[in-house]
């Protein structure tokens, strides 16, 4: 029997213990007219037949070159870090509540809160959300708590932040009254000017989010925006990128009060989507209004060093409606593996891993706008994204590529109309010069067929 | 002021300017894109600088402290603590399958397993759709309830607003109805664990939006009087949320769909075995009946003739929208579909079978060493209640005290004051993966410990002994907030 141990022996022993008859005796309290007949589930296969079902099913997904960023981000992860991580030790365990039997998932998260808070430039920061769309929507909750100088519950969202962040937003903090405001991006330069917040000076608003990168990929000018959010009582939450954290200028030291993100580019899988983890990082100041679970370091009854979880009265669990939030899980197991991942890599190994993104994704643009019919959207920095404009729609563009095994970028023209035919592409440092020169003699066959005729291809 | 050298240093203090891992750095790139000076850093992030050596050392050392399913038995009351095959792992780790973006191409491998699963969860349950989008427990709950919320909205029943709870409830109904902008009425629980039916008739109304229940409630205990809790609130124009944080206890032998649910939440990293991994990822996959279908969070899987593809905000124009970046935690869902497919129609029967079996049997032979049960005229379901508040009068032990001293013993403790209104309680689930041998060893444990509560108290007082560190001082953790290493000045 799958994963049972028991012997008919053992069964039988039992049985005779409890004074039952039989097992079903055991479900009598379920009233007899409720009972389940026989599910409709396909029968027990061995673990042999599984393995083959699920690699057959994984062949036919194949394995295709991505230029797809848009939130999650492909890159090189270290064998020690899904080594380590799987042990059961740490895989099979639970929410470390019996602190001394938990000491070592504790203390990988007290590590884990101290290099967030290394790379936000930030005091303090939690045991990580479920990802970087839902820390925005708890960020938005908290900064509601913590700006007592604003009762409007209105957030301020630049439509340069990621679509489906605004999306999750308001499907998790909507139902508390929250409205989300946006605000429109300039056309020339992919950025959120100083201009389109104007409007809002001297109003009542909560927050204002600021994404760096934005979702385009480019880099805003985010201490001039949180200089005016201050200046008008209003929260900053900064979305960010902690790739880009090694380079880019913390969040702390531009005035971010509330900080999130995805956690996933610190040696998470893309994984089709999952599991990843948010992160959250603030000033010591708001601590108690922060949700999520936090260790702390203290001391056992004979001094010794060692880890807990602290601030538990803003928990569900004591707090009931009361709370924070209603979270009670972290993503432990994703932040073991960044845990490990920043251990590896450290701040110069982030660093050469940002500077290899900016430069393949410079590399990148470089080659797919000599294509005639290919340009830039944008001129403005950019950290390791780019908005190309197409001469004609994308989508057939696209599954061109796909049918070469090439997954080229992501089609705007639902998420962003008025840009025309824009495709949103991103090079890592997983990209080598071979894989860009790759996609681009891809895409201009593609785009100018006349060109593959005379070199004798054609588009399969 | 102590030493805050913890037994096993801190990364950050293994490091050296100028060391690092070498091998995991990325080869320079040549070329002149650069940031604009005003965005640059101005330092180095504060960050280890180990060799890789040092990296695995130190953290499986940190492993080595933890207590987990694979190295011990692990009753831990409500969270089914049960085996994480190894297979569901290395399954979901394919290339194929890590590697694959989110929103590139359908992938049709994938989505089949995607939709088998959903079609899979919707048979155990009885629902009629299933949404695997919810990304842990309370991320389902928060979109069965936004759900029911939009629901009663549709219809311009704008006034159902009031979500009942019995006392008994976990902590995240509350804070989940509050989340959905929800009040919250609590009703009593009667001697025997059932809802107060008496209570439930006078707190309903105009304004009751539903009830959430966990059948077999947090007491361990069936919910003799579903039936009629059902009729009531339906009645008085409310629905029915199931709590599924005990859906082990009933697989295959009664579905929620037939009790009269309108909606559940599934906790995978439950029932469905799919790893806790210290506290997460987990998965809050939602079924629903007919009147809710509509309203279901996106994205879900759906099938055109021979092609699977996500379903969006098109497809689905009154869901509640979207709860993840993508599509919730997609590698868990994929662990629990490999977990369903190796135990099949039957292997599902024989989880709530042996659940149950080894729950009731544990609950005898504690009993017989003197334990007192807090419900001891009911069958245990999966889990069951002792109350030690005979032993807290006579010995002056508490329930904390039997955890730790557990721990001692080389067993991961109980569930320890949950549910509330049970004084001293543990609640035991044993999970149908144990043998008879390790509940005889815990039992063993158990009498060995309540003879040291009448001999030597203190043992239990000053447990745990053998643990990397003692009891921790909770009252300084909160108050001298150390929640980050910070570099000497």
Same mark, same amino acid.
């Given at each position: 029997m799958a994963f049972i141990p028991h012997t008919p022996h053992d069964i039988a022993g039992m049985l005779e213990v409890i004074g039952a008859h039989s097992i079903d005796d055991l479900f009598d309290e379920i009233p007899r007219e409720l009972r389940a007949g026989t599910l409709g589930l396909p029968p027990a296969m061995s673990e042999m037949e599984v393995v083959r079902l699920l690699r057959a099913r994984a062949a036919s997904d194949g394995r295709p070159m991505n230029f797809i960023g848009a939130g999650a981000y492909e890159h090189h992860i270290p064998a020690p870090v899904w080594a380590i991580a799987t042990r059961g030790e740490f895989y099979s365990a639970y929410t470390p509540y019996q602190a001394e039997a938990s000491q070592g998932t504790l203390q990988v998260i007290y590590e884990f809160q101290s290099m967030i808070c290394a790379l936000t430039g930030m005091e303090v920061a939690n045991a990580s959300l479920y990802d970087g769309a839902s820390a925005l929507a708890e960020a938005c909750l908290m900064a509601v708590r913590a700006n007592r100088a604003a009762n409007a519950r209105r957030i301020l969202v630049p439509r340069s932040l990621n679509p489906t962040y605004a999306q999750v937003a308001h499907s998790i903090?909507?139902?508390?009254?929250l409205v989300f405001e946006s605000v429109d991006f300039d056309r020339a330069t992919g950025c959120t000017l100083l201009e389109s917040l104007e409007p809002y000076s001297g109003q009542d608003v909560t927050a204002l989010v600021i994404q760096q990168p934005n979702f385009f990929g480019n880099l805003e000018d985010p201490q001039a925006l949180a200089e005016w959010a201050h200046r008008n009582k209003i929260l900053v939450i900064a979305v960010v990128n902690p790739i880009s954290l090694a380079v880019l200028k913390a969040p702390g030291e531009w005035g971010a009060d509330i900080v999130c993100g995805e956690g996933q580019p610190l040696g998470v899988p893309l994984a089709a989507g999952g599991p990843y983890f948010g992160f959250m990082a603030t000033r010591m100041q708001h601590v108690r209004q922060m949700p999520g679970r936090i260790v702390g370091r203290t001391v056992d009854v004979d001094g010794r060093p060692g880890f807990s979880l602290t601030l538990q009265a803003r928990e569900q669990h004591i707090r009931r409606s009361k709370a924070t939030s209603n979270i009670c899980t972290n993503q432990g197991l994703m932040v073991t593996a960044a845990t490990i991942y920043m251990s590896l890599l450290g701040a110069a190994g982030l660093e050469r891993v940002a500077a290899a993104c900016l430069q393949r994704t410079a590399d990148l643009v470089a080659a797919l706008g000599k294509i005639p019919g290919v340009k830039p959207a944008f001129t403005t920095p950019r950290f390791h994204e780019a908005v190309l404009l197409l001469d004609r729609p994308v989508a057939p563009i696209l599954a061109a590529l796909a049918r070469r095994g090439i997954i080229g970028g992501l089609d705007l023209a639902e998420r962003y109309p008025e840009l025309g035919n824009a495709l949103l592409v991103c090079a890592t440092e997983t990209k080598l010069d071979a894989d860009i020169d790759a996609y681009a003699g891809a895409l201009a066959d593609i785009m100018n067929p006349s060109r593959a005729a005379a070199q004798g291809k054609c588009d399969a | 002021m102590p030493d805050l050298q913890a037994r096993e240093p801190l990364i950050f203090e293994l490091g050296k300017p100028g060391r690092g891992a070498g091998t995991q750095f990325p080869p320079h790139v040549a070329g002149s894109a650069e940031i604009p000076a005003q965005l640059r850093r101005a330092s180095a992030p504060p960050l280890p600088e180990v060799s890789e050596l040092q990296v695995v050392r130190h953290f499986t050392r940190l492993s080595q402290m933890n207590f987990s399913i694979d190295t011990q038995f692990y009753p831990l009351g409500s969270c089914t603590m049960k085996y994480n095959p190894k297979v569901c792992n290395s399954l979901a780790m394919l290339p194929e399958f890590i590697d694959r973006h989110p929103l590139g191409p359908e992938p049709q491998g994938f989505l089949a397993c995607m939709y088998e699963l959903q079609e899979m969860l919707q048979e155990i349950t009885g629902m009629q759709a299933v949404s695997l989008?919810?990304?842990a427990g309370a991320q389902g709950e928060f979109a069965g309830v936004a759900m029911i919320r939009a629901y009663h909205r549709a219809r311009g029943d704008s006034g159902r607003s009031e979500i009942i709870v019995p006392q008994a409830a976990h902590g995240t109904n509350p804070a989940t109805a509050a989340m959905c902008g929800c009040s919250v009425k609590e009703i009593p629980c009667d001697a025997n664990g059932d809802v107060d039916i008496e209570a439930l008739q006078a707190a309903v109304g105009p304004a009751t939006a539903a009830i959430m229940l966990t059948n077999p409630s947090t007491l361990g205990?069936?919910?003799?009087k579903i039936v009629e809790v059902a009729r009531i609130v339906h009645e008085a124009g409310g629905l029915l949320y199931y709590d599924g944080a005990n859906l082990n206890a009933i697989l295959g032998k009664v579905r929620p769909g037939d009790m009269g649910f309108d909606v559940i939440h599934m906790n995978l990293h439950k029932t469905f075995s799919t790893p806790h991994g210290g506290g997460g990822p987990g998965s809050g996959a939602v079924g629903v009946g007919a009147r809710l279908r509509p309203f279901l969070p996106i994205p879900i899987v759906g099938k055109d003739g021979t092609n699977f593809r996500w379903l969006t905000e098109r497809d689905l124009?009154?869901?509640? #929208?979207?709860?993840?970046?993508?599509? #919730?935690n997609a590698g868990v869902n994929l662990r629990a579909y490999i977990y369903m497919r190796l135990l099949g129609r039957d292997g599902m029967v024989r989880v709530a079978e042996f659940a149950a079996l080894n729950a009731n049997y544990l609950l005898q032979r504690l009993q017989a060493a003197g334990y007192e049960a807090a419900y001891p005229e009911r069958r245990a379901s999966h889990e069951f209640i002792i109350t030690l508040k005979r032993e807290n009068r006579l010995y002056e032990v508490t329930a904390m005290d039997v955890a730790k001293r557990l721990l001692d013993y080389g067993f991961h403790a109980p569930t320890t004051y949950f549910p509330l209104l049970v004084p001293e309680c543990l609640l035991i689930e044993p999970t149908e993966t144990e043998a008879k041998e390790d509940l005889d060893r815990f039992c063993d444990a158990m009498i060995a410990i309540r003879r040291e509560m009448e001999q030597e108290p203190e043992k239990l007082s000053s447990a745990p002994h053998t643990m990397p560190v003692r009891r921790l001082d909770d009252v300084r953790a909160a108050k001298q907030l150390d929640l980050a290493w910070k570099p000497a000045a």
């Open positions: 903090a909507g139902n508390q009254g | 989008t919810p990304m205990v069936f919910e003799h124009p009154q869901s509640i #929208g979207r709860l993840s970046g993508f599509m #919730g």
